[in-house]
């Protein structure tokens, strides 16, 4: 069993992706190679005759004592493993060794390699073993630990954490915890997959009567200094994203403030079905009229592929043919209690590409909202889809490409009573 130590509030994990073509034991075993040649014949001053001729190349299964073929014992679950990576030592020329073997799933698996040898084709089949060696992902030690008075304890109400191959990791903890009166208690805590790997860190409860409130010390920014403080880039846009609690947005004032653009909630989904944002067809309506480039995003909890696939249906049946200038923008944020929604990290991953299937079957491009942290340790992000950066900081250091920057949560701008995210777009950064 590996453990490891966590001491920060969010754990970094090396994401592995199973993608592109798979090479497993339950293909037809191949005997021969067809190799077509084409030549051309010169026969009369004005004519040419091409000839095609078609030879075969017979690949044997009978390995000479002489070859060496030696591989790893074991592969990571959902790595992205080629057959050059599987060969470990050979002295013979491998003939596809791109190609990607079967690691879906833990257990035995063969894979058949192929080779030239002396000038002859062959085939064996090298077994090895998916294995899970990755510990459980900690997506929230505890960003609100607080214990109410009175109440049972429930440490699945105030941690969150996900393991790339495990459904339903166990999380256990030493320590007691009385809810009987105002305290608190100092835990440590082990989250552990089915594979043995375990996570530790320590929390620490307070117990309370009443659960406070998150304070907001946060300074707000004028929408002009905001264009001020970042008009040394070169070809960048200036936006908005909006939703029902910005309420009766003025759409020409904010035109006023220098925004040029504003990505507007349409709708939400958490357990039942999708709801529409409550001014959704006002700020659209709007905001096309006041001549700003409009796109939309939904704000997701799907756990399933089907799911997505239904939300997104659903979007565009609302859309009803209008044309965005922004790809429609996948929003997933249940990450404080994740084990809820009983998904590994790839599982998310297919949520979100079959949302952007779905959307491209229908003629709408996809983009995928996160922050900086999720998307350097959670998405992959397998189709290279446009990204929506949330990184609330004067410069961002994210190394990712990314074609919009949500820089700040706090703006204020002519035209809406209150707080506004705040935008730019790079306009270089391609939205396909």
């Given at each position: 069993?590996?453990?490891y130590r966590?001491?920060?509030?969010?754990?970094?994990?090396?994401?592995l992706?199973?993608c592109?073509?798979?090479?497993?034991a339950?293909?037809?075993a191949t005997t021969?190679?067809?190799?077509?040649?084409t030549?051309?014949v010169?026969?009369?001053?004005?004519?040419?005759?091409?000839?095609?001729?078609?030879?075969?190349?017979?690949?044997?299964?009978?390995i000479?004592?002489s070859?060496?073929?030696d591989?790893v014992?074991e592969?990571?679950?959902y790595?992205k493993?080629?057959i050059?990576?599987?060969?470990?030592?050979?002295?013979?020329?491998?003939t596809a060794?791109?190609d990607?073997?079967d690691?879906?799933?833990l257990?035995?698996?063969?894979a058949?390699?192929?080779?030239?040898?002396?000038g002859s084709l062959?085939?064996?089949?090298?077994?090895?073993?998916?294995?899970?060696?990755?510990?459980?992902?900690?997506?929230n030690?505890?960003w609100?630990?607080y214990?109410k008075?009175?109440e049972?304890?429930?440490?699945?109400r105030?941690?969150g954490?996900v393991?790339?191959?495990?459904?339903?990791?166990?999380?256990t903890?030493?320590?007691?915890v009385?809810?009987s009166?105002?305290?608190?208690?100092d835990l440590a805590?082990?989250?552990t997959?089915?594979?043995?790997n375990s996570?530790?860190?320590?929390?620490?409860?307070?117990?309370?009567?009443?659960?406070?409130?998150?304070?907001d010390n946060?300074?707000?920014?004028?929408?002009?200094?905001f264009?001020d403080t970042?008009s040394?880039?070169?070809?960048?846009?200036?936006?908005i994203?909006?939703?029902?609690w910005?309420?009766?947005?003025?759409?020409n004032?904010v035109?006023d403030?220098?925004?040029?653009f504003?990505l507007m909630?349409m709708?939400y989904y958490y357990?039942d079905?999708p709801?529409?944002?409550?001014?959704y067809?006002?700020?659209m309506?709007?905001a096309?009229?006041?001549?700003?480039?409009?796109?939309v995003y939904?704000?997701?909890?799907?756990n399933?592929?089907?799911?997505?696939?239904e939300?997104?249906?659903?979007i565009?049946?609302?859309l009803?043919g209008?044309?965005?200038?922004?790809?429609?923008?996948?929003d997933?944020?249940?990450w404080?209690?994740f084990q809820?929604y009983g998904?590994?990290?790839?599982?998310?991953n297919?949520v979100?590409?079959?949302f952007?299937?779905?959307?491209?079957k229908?003629?709408?491009?996809?983009?995928?909202?996160?922050?900086?942290?999720?998307l350097?340790?959670?998405?992959?992000?397998?189709g290279n889809h446009?990204?929506?950066l949330?990184?609330y900081v004067d410069e961002t250091?994210?190394?990712?490409?990314f074609a919009?920057?949500?820089?700040?949560a706090?703006?204020?701008?002519d035209?809406?009573?209150?707080d506004?995210?705040?935008n730019?777009?790079?306009?270089s950064v391609?939205l396909?």
């Amino acid at each position: 069993m590996k453990k490891y130590r966590l001491a920060t509030i969010t754990a970094a994990a090396l994401l592995l992706t199973g993608c592109g073509k798979s090479v497993g034991a339950d293909e037809e075993a191949t005997t021969s190679a067809a190799t077509t040649t084409t030549a051309t014949v010169q026969t009369t001053a004005a004519t040419t005759t091409a000839t095609t001729v078609t030879t075969t190349k017979k690949i044997s299964t009978d390995i000479p004592d002489s070859v060496v073929l030696d591989s790893v014992a074991e592969v990571e679950v959902y790595s992205k493993t080629t057959i050059a990576e599987l060969i470990t030592d050979n002295n013979v020329k491998l003939t596809a060794p791109a190609d990607i073997i079967d690691t879906d799933g833990l257990g035995e698996k063969k894979a058949k390699v192929s080779f030239q040898y002396e000038g002859s084709l062959y085939e064996k089949e090298v077994a090895y073993n998916v294995v899970d060696t990755t510990p459980p992902l900690i997506l929230n030690s505890g960003w609100e630990p607080y214990a109410k008075v009175g109440e049972p304890f429930n440490i699945d109400r105030i941690i969150g954490y996900v393991d790339n191959y495990d459904r339903a990791p166990t999380v256990t903890y030493s320590g007691e915890v009385d809810t009987s009166e105002v305290g608190r208690a100092d835990l440590a805590v082990t989250v552990t997959d089915s594979s043995g790997n375990s996570t530790d860190f320590d929390l620490t409860v307070l117990i309370l009567n009443e659960i406070p409130r998150p304070e907001d010390n946060n300074a707000r920014v004028a929408y002009s200094d905001f264009i001020d403080t970042y008009s040394y880039y070169d070809d960048i846009s200036y936006g908005i994203d909006v939703s029902a609690w910005q309420t009766n947005v003025d759409y020409n004032a904010v035109k006023d403030e220098g925004c040029e653009f504003v990505l507007m909630r349409m709708g939400y989904y958490y357990r039942d079905e999708p709801v529409m944002d409550d001014y959704y067809r006002q700020n659209m309506e709007n905001a096309s009229a006041a001549g700003l480039d409009v796109g939309v995003y939904f704000y997701s909890a799907d756990n399933t592929e089907e799911g997505a696939r239904e939300h997104a249906r659903w979007i565009i049946e609302q859309l009803d043919g209008r044309q965005l200038d922004f790809p429609i923008a996948f929003d997933w944020e249940e990450w404080a209690t994740f084990q809820e929604y009983g998904m590994n990290i790839r599982d998310l991953n297919n949520v979100f590409e079959a949302f952007a299937d779905e959307c491209e079957k229908h003629g709408y491009s996809a983009m995928l909202y996160s922050s900086k942290n999720f998307l350097n340790n959670f998405w992959e992000n397998r189709g290279n889809h446009p990204v929506w950066l949330a990184h609330y900081v004067d410069e961002t250091d994210y190394e990712g490409s990314f074609a919009i920057w949500q820089a700040s949560a706090y703006g204020r701008i002519d035209g809406i009573a209150g707080d506004v995210d705040m935008n730019i777009r790079f306009n270089s950064v391609p939205l396909e």
